[in-house]
């Protein structure tokens, strides 16, 4: 095994000197394509962020970074700092945002990197962005268990847990599965299941039909024995939500999606932090 080179020590003690002023570090996965995985991570860090709370988002979706247009800030470009270092970009004062989409020329432009220059590029917006004190920072990843999962639980050793998002349907189920299988393979600890787009709500008589079934996502968590946060049922004003950059936890306060989002983001505050609020975690259940 080669010895680090100086610069490559003195990284890591960026990185580490940064993890060691975040409070709980998590990360948002899912099995599969979707699931509405950066919707969950996007409404999660805002309604941290008008709760008081210091958040940051972190995208590592290299391929097909959509923070930014969920937060409103799809034209903003990261900058190097006067002082050092690589400045986020805030979408609140206290809500820090940093993606690959903030670098590139135009939201069209593939991104054709393989695994080690991913890994490379992760470990640069962990160490090198100027973060500050932070009560929580929520990692958005892509779909899978691949490279960039993978690069966030080995360059964070002391990550809080992991939040994975799953549809109703079979296909998305088995694969959520893995994704379960996956942090515990890691020892990381599975703060919770989300089953997304479980129903949708008539605008029109407010009934709920299951599109896509209903269930499966609670019946995974309790075969696997982790917590199950929730059913988060499909709305049409959620797209609207996402495309506009106004996330629907704060600008859609009366739809039944943002209650529940509101209701989950509490059980996984609980979980972070050892409080029992809005809920105590016994035998993988709330």
Same mark, same amino acid.
């Given at each position: ?17 940064n ?65 050092g ?6 979408? %609140?004062?206290?809500? @820090?945002? =940093?993606?690959? &989409? ?8 593939? !991104? +054709? ?46 990550i ?13 189920? %088995?694969?959520?599965? @893995?994704? =379960?299988?996956? &942090? ?8 919770? !299941? +989300? ?60 739809m ?6 509101k ?24």
């Amino acid at each position: 095994m080669r010895e680090k080179t100086t610069q490559e020590i003195q990284q890591e003690k960026r990185l580490n000197d940064n993890m060691n002023r975040i409070k709980h570090k998590l990360i948002v996965i899912s099995g599969k394509g979707g699931v509405g995985k950066t919707t969950v991570a996007v409404n999660l860090a805002y309604g941290l962020a008008i709760n008081g709370h210091k958040v940051g988002i972190l995208d590592v979706d290299i391929h097909g970074p959509n923070i930014a247009k969920m937060l409103g800030v799809e034209d903003a470009k990261l900058v190097g700092s006067s002082s050092g270092g690589i400045d986020p970009i805030e979408v %609140l004062h206290n809500l @820090k945002a =940093v993606s690959i &989409a903030f670098m590139i020329d135009s939201p069209d432009k593939p !991104i +054709i990197w393989r695994g080690p220059l991913k890994m490379i590029t992760i470990k640069q917006f962990l160490s090198d962005v100027n973060w500050g004190e932070l009560d929580y920072l929520i990692i958005d990843s892509p779909p899978g268990t691949g490279d960039e999962p993978l690069s966030v639980c080995q360059l964070i050793p002391d990550i809080g847990g992991a939040v994975i998002v799953t549809t109703p349907q079979d296909v998305a189920i %088995l694969d959520s599965r @893995k994704t =379960v299988l996956f &942090a515990q393979t890691l020892k990381m600890k599975v703060i919770g !299941i +989300i089953e997304n787009m479980s129903g949708f709500v008539c605008p029109y008589c407010k009934k709920k039909i299951d599109l896509f079934k209903s269930g499966g996502g609670e019946k995974s968590a309790k075969e696997l024995r982790v917590p199950f946060l929730g059913r988060i049922p499909i709305e049409p004003g959620i797209v609207a939500s996402g495309d506009s950059g106004k996330p629907f936890i704060n600008f859609m306060k009366d739809m039944e999606t943002a209650r529940i989002m509101k209701k989950i983001t509490n059980k996984i505050v609980d979980f972070l932090t050892g409080t029992r609020h809005s809920g105590q975690i016994k035998n993988g259940k709330f």
